[in-house]
């Protein structure tokens, strides 16, 4: 099977962020942002996708988090566009609805190379923690642009915070496992322009 791996780097005045990926991986993760809930969702993301993923980064989270979330959202998003190539081969399509305890989401996924998000959150709660859950719509946001796909995630349904942004990250890691598998039947880019 044809690797498909990539490293990415990006150094700001803001953030240092540095990602490895294996799409062709068995899920292992080893993340460290300075952002403890983030790490977590990013370490489900990996176990179930399968992808692995080795994270480094470091920003000026005194002054806030937002730009280490949307530089490691940029970030991810690169590395898997990278990976993927020219995409030849891949199911390219993606769906899948992750439970969590009294939490249940839905994520759908294209990687076509249109880059759109459509997200839309059930809990209520803004904070988990220090952590200011609004930011999880930018990381998306520059994951779905970076990533050049076609993003619609829902939390469906969800009181408690943290099961539902779980349910989110790993209705989202499922159809990433479908839509960046190799299909035996396509023989090329899947796409009627045969190109992506």
């Known amino acids: 099977m044809k690797k498909r791996t990539a490293v990415i780097q990006r150094i700001t005045r ?14 292992t993760a080893d993340v460290h ?7 977590h969702m990013l370490t489900l993301l990996a176990r179930h996708s399968l992808i692995d993923l080795a994270l480094k980064a470091g ?3 005194a002054v806030d988090l937002h730009h280490t979330v949307e530089d ?3 970030c991810l998003g690169s590395v898997l566009n990278k990976a993927l190539g020219t995409r030849k081969g891949i199911r390219r399509y993606g769906f899948a609805y992750a439970p969590m305890d009294d939490a249940l989401s839905r994520a759908v996924v294209d990687l076509g190379g249109r880059p759109f998000l459509v ?11 220090d952590f200011d859950l609004g930011l999880i719509a930018e990381f998306f946001q520059a994951l779905s642009i970076q990533g050049r796909m076609n993003l619609h995630l829902a939390q469906l349904y969800g009181h408690e915070p943290h099961h539902a942004y779980e349910s989110m ?12 598998a190799v299909d035996g039947k396509e023989k090329g880019v899947p796409s009627s322009k045969g190109v992506l």
């Open 14 to 27: 803001e953030t240092r962020v540095k990602i490895r990926i294996n799409i062709n991986g068995n899920g």
């Open 72 to 74: 490691i959202g940029l």
């Open 169 to 180: 990250f790993k209705a989202l890691a499922l159809a990433l496992r479908s839509a960046v």
């Open 119 to 129: 997200y839309q959150v059930a809990s209520k709660r803004r904070r988990i923690m």
């Open 59 to 61: 920003g000026d989270l």
């Open 33 to 39: 942002s300075g952002i403890p809930f983030l790490d």
